[in-house]
């Protein structure tokens, strides 16, 4: 049996779904007689790289190309009918060669190509070498095919295809005409299995229709895939509930279930509901992938509420109603730190054998993050109001000399207001010995805030705040940003177990506080450097 992928692959450009860009300057080049020598086509797998090059080596060997076509970007065809189309088609052309680059990686196989080249063509006006996945060859095949590039002949054509474009080198790269395919929208995916739909008469709903194109991600191969798995069933109407018992998919109920359960902070219900999902039978990298995809359409509501917001078009109107009421429990700040943690969490997913314990992780640790922070604000508020002098109070007189109260000299009431102040029961030295630490563990949360702490350096403990000079303005305004003080202010709890807070200024050349502590206790990189080589500071 004939997979749907294949049976229904596109064998003219008007068939290729969702490229009229590329179909466009494609077909017009061949009509005006202006083909390059080299092709690049970039972009993920199974959205038509492979298949858009066959059908280019067709169209530039067609005895009979088609031009009189009635479509706005494709402007010929080949006529798959002539000898030349038909022999690509029964996969019997010589001239024209398809090589795995992932199964042929080395430079011998490229030299054997080079070797080949010279020789013209057999029954075609082009030999076309399509190269897929080119990114797999080696550096030394790389440059033997560099050497093919700049000088090929005039009857060579290559068309080079990958998903990796950052792994091929420049130099090909400068020396290809570029076409990025790009990943197909949900609707462009539902249409096309709709007409497979209907010439295989299979009765699908609609639904389960763009659940399909949902899973399939941008990529039209899995989603013919995928729909050739269910077709096999064998029943009559396929519902929406059915493919999402076949894919493991959890209903939309459970979801938004625990979706509003992590907007309430509810730690315990969120992490039941989550292995409700596990033991339902339910694919935990799917819902997952739900979650990630909801949260997404939370942070494009936020950016936009508007009822015609393009960005959600896709969405019912119920859908919609139903975002706005999930998107009043979480800030932008909070669901941007929950689709960085859900990344995390399908990174290491696979790292354990307890199939929902990343997904736990990642939201317990927003559960308690977010609870420091709420913890943090109150304590703020308290100290706020705890300094505000009540003014219902009446005042209380006495003509007695000996009980009235003196009043508060400067020196009292500077007393006064440090004790109030929460002392730190840590030194500097402490931090500047774990100083090294910090900045490690800051690092892995945001790499270019850890290089401007590591350019900075403690130099004095005022209460629970502790003051920590930088160099430039721009590195004192970044690290005083509230996200990223919060950063460093976990680094800190986390490796001195203690609350701190963090308060950044601009180093003083005149400030003789940052020089004395300069003298005493070094830059905070060489200290860390004397205290791993056992040196003393005299």
């Known amino acids: 049996m004939t997979t749907l992928y294949r049976k229904y692959r596109p064998t003219i450009f008007q068939e290729i779904t969702g490229q009229k860009y590329v179909i466009k300057t494609l077909t017009n080049s061949i009509k005006n007689g202006l083909i390059s020598h080299a092709y690049l086509f970039t972009g993920p797998r199974g959205t038509g790289k492979t298949t858009t090059a066959r059908i280019f080596a067709k169209a530039v060997n067609c005895l009979k190309p088609l031009t009189n076509i009635k479509n706005n970007f494709v402007k010929l065809e080949p006529c798959n009918k002539c000898p030349n189309c038909q022999t690509i088609i029964k996969n019997q052309g010589i001239d024209l060669i398809e090589i795995d680059a992932a199964s042929h990686t080395g430079v011998d196989n490229i030299r054997q190509l080079k070797e080949s080249i010279n020789t013209p063509p057999t029954n075609f006006k082009y030999k076309v070498y399509i190269i897929d996945e080119v990114h ?20 060579a054509i290559f068309i080079l295809a990958t998903t990796e474009l950052s792994k091929v080198p420049e130099t090909i790269i400068s020396r290809c005409q570029r076409y990025n395919i790009k990943p197909l929208t949900k609707n462009q995916i539902t249409e096309r299995l709709q007409q497979i739909a209907e010439k295989e008469k299979i009765i699908i709903e609609k639904e389960a229709l763009e659940t399909i194109a949902t899973e399939a991600g941008g990529g039209m191969r899995d989603a013919e895939t995928l729909f050739g798995q269910i077709i096999s069933i064998g029943e009559k109407k396929i519902t929406n509930k059915k493919i999402r018992d076949i894919l493991g998919i959890s209903s939309n109920t459970i979801l938004i279930k625990v979706i509003k359960e992590i907007g309430k902070k509810n730690a315990l219900k969120t992490i039941q509901l989550i292995n409700q999902v596990q033991e339902n039978g339910f694919n935990l990298n799917v819902f997952a992938n739900q979650l990630l995809e909801y949260f997404r359409n939370v942070m494009l509501f936020k950016l936009d509420h508007s009822a015609n917001n393009t960005l959600l078009k896709d969405l019912t109107k119920e859908q919609l109603s139903e975002l706005k009421e999930i998107s009043a429990s979480f800030t932008i700040n909070d669901v941007i730190f929950i689709i960085s943690l859900l990344q995390e969490s399908k990174k ?11 997904l736990e992780m990642s939201l317990i ?18 100290e706020k109001n705890s300094k505000i002098e009540p003014t219902t109070k009446k005042k209380e007189f006495s003509d007695n000399p000996v009980t ?16 109030k102040k929460e002392n730190l029961n840590i030194s500097l030295n402490s931090i500047l010995d774990q100083w ?21 350096v403690p130099i004095k403990i005022d209460g629970d705040t502790i003051i920590i000079k930088t160099k430039y303005k721009f590195h004192q305004d970044t ?15 986390k490796i001195l177990k203690v609350a701190i807070r963090t308060t950044f200024s601009m180093e003083d050349k005149s400030d003789t506080s940052t020089k004395e502590h300069t003298q005493k206790n070094g830059d905070a990189l060489l200290y860390e450097a004397m205290k791993k080589v056992g040196g003393e500071i005299i």
């Open 136 to 155: 797999m060859l080696s550096a030394g095949a790389f440059n033997a095919l560099l050497k093919t590039l700049e000088e090929p002949p005039e009857h």
């Open 348 to 358: 290491r997913s696979s790292q354990s054998d307890i199939p929902q314990l990343s």
């Open 365 to 382: 640790k927003y559960f308690l993050t977010t609870k420091k922070i709420s913890t943090t604000i109150t304590r703020e508020n308290k």
């Open 404 to 419: 009235t109260k003196t009043p508060p000299t400067a020196n009292n009431r500077k007393k006064t207001v440090s004790s």
């Open 436 to 456: 090294g630490m910090i900045t490690d563990l800051v690092e892995k949360e945001n790499k270019s805030i850890a290089a401007f702490l590591q350019n900075s």
């Open 479 to 493: 690290l005083n940003e509230a996200k990223n003080r919060l950063t460093i202010e976990q680094a800190f709890a």
